[in-house]
């Protein structure tokens, strides 16, 4: 059985984790780590903050803040625990950070567990290279009114997927408002909805003359990223160190 410790267990995502686990027979939370150490009542113990963790697992999943990206890393390369990370909001230092600790522990980093949105990340890499440079490419998001972060890093990951399959320079426009340039073959466009209780909801549009291709993933609940985070858990434990992704889980 697979000994996992959460971090961010107290909060929405960590929550719908640790019961995913408990439905799962091959995983096991042993301990949890969260600052509000006191707000839920989980059968294993709670830490606040990674040093603290006295209990061995054999991967952390974490679901907590970008903010706290350093503590982490700190405990697993410290500990040779393997590290899933499942927050968004990565800055370029952090990526820096992420991969240097690769050279130490595997890590597996998405800011999107769920499967179906990086099956779709494929789709739409094949979809810019047949009809990129004929067609216009936007991206809509929606999420729910808590959402901080705009645009989410699953679009920028939909994103930079787009961008990397471009041979020429693609810039991101993010909304129009006061642009009043031409919209570019090259342009990128992306908007942000944020409203009710959208859990997630992506679509990339290729817009042609006279015909649009649209692809949409749309989240229904947040336990599809608690199981595709378990998955990644199982497919980590065993894996040499390295950086990986929900792509090479996929292969």
């Known amino acids: 059985m697979i ?6 267990c107290n909060g929405k995502m960590g929550n719908i984790l640790v019961k995913s686990v408990n439905n799962d027979e091959e995983v096991i939370v042993v301990a949890g780590i969260d600052r509000n150490i006191n707000k839920q009542n989980h059968p294993f113990p709670v830490y606040s903050h990674p040093s603290k963790c006295l209990e061995k697992g054999d991967v952390l999943i974490d679901f907590s803040h970008h903010s706290l990206i350093s503590d982490v890393l700190n405990y697993c390369v410290h500990t040779k625990t393997p590290l899933v990370l499942a927050t968004s909001g990565i800055a370029s230092d952090q990526k820096e950070q992420l991969l240097t600790a690769s050279h ?28 990129g440079h004929s067609f216009d490419i936007e991206i809509v998001e929606k999420y729910h ?4 972060d705009s645009p989410s890093g699953t679009t920028l990951m939909l994103a930079n997927g787009i961008k990397d399959t471009f041979k020429e320079q693609t810039h991101f426009i993010f909304g129009r408002h006061g642009n009043n340039d031409d919209r570019k073959d090259t342009d990128i466009g992306i908007h942000s909805v944020r409203g009710g209780t959208f859990m997630g909801e992506h679509t990339i549009l290729f817009a042609g003359a006279d015909e649009v291709v649209e692809i949409t993933h749309k989240a229904l609940s947040k336990d599809i990223f608690a199981l595709g985070a378990i998955k990644a858990a199982k497919f980590l434990v065993d894996k040499k160190n390295g950086f990986y992704t929900m792509n090479d889980l996929l292969k």
């Open 3 to 8: 000994k996992v410790i959460v971090n961010g």
């Open 145 to 148: 009114n808590k959402k901080v």
């Open 104 to 131: 130490a522990i595997p890590i597996l980093q998405s800011p999107n567990m769920s499967l179906g949105v990086n099956v779709i990340i494929d789709l739409v890499k094949k979809a810019t290279e047949t009809l």
